[in-house]
């Protein structure tokens, strides 16, 4: 008994030096990427396995799939919110930012 108290006081001890320090912070960042600002975002790599199979190319000009039609791309889909050019976040890649000028099967015509 008088052990598993000090355990808790010790892990208490050990939460608040890591708060103190940021860890906290830092540890939130990692499994929140929804928190990470958008700049930050990694780029989907179009070899990921997911971004393979929904045929996600980073140049919308340059996909064969029969599905892309004449002037999607990912910066009028509904699932993408950053801007015109460069790169922002897609709902679908979560954790990823995805290129304005890419597209893949899951595009949705913003309304
Ligand atoms: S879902 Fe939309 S924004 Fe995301 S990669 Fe596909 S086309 Fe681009």
């Known amino acids: 008994m008088a052990v598993s108290a000090y355990s808790e006081v010790a892990a208490r001890r050990r939460f608040l030096r890591l708060v103190a320090t940021g860890g906290a912070a830092t540890g939130v960042a990692m499994f929140a990427p929804g928190l990470l600002r958008a700049a ?11 971004a393979k199979a929904l045929g996600y190319v980073e140049d919308a000009s340059t996909t064969t799939n029969a599905k892309h039609q ?6 009028n889909c ?17 954790g990823k930012s995805v290129n304005a000028k890419g597209w893949c099967v899951s595009h949705s015509p913003r309304k």
């Open 40 to 50: 930050d975002l990694p780029h989907l790599d179009a070899s990921d396995p997911t």
């Open 70 to 75: 004449a002037g999607d791309a990912c910066a």
């Open 78 to 94: 509904q699932f993408y919110s950053g801007g015109p050019t460069g790169y922002g976040p897609c709902q679908i890649f979560a």
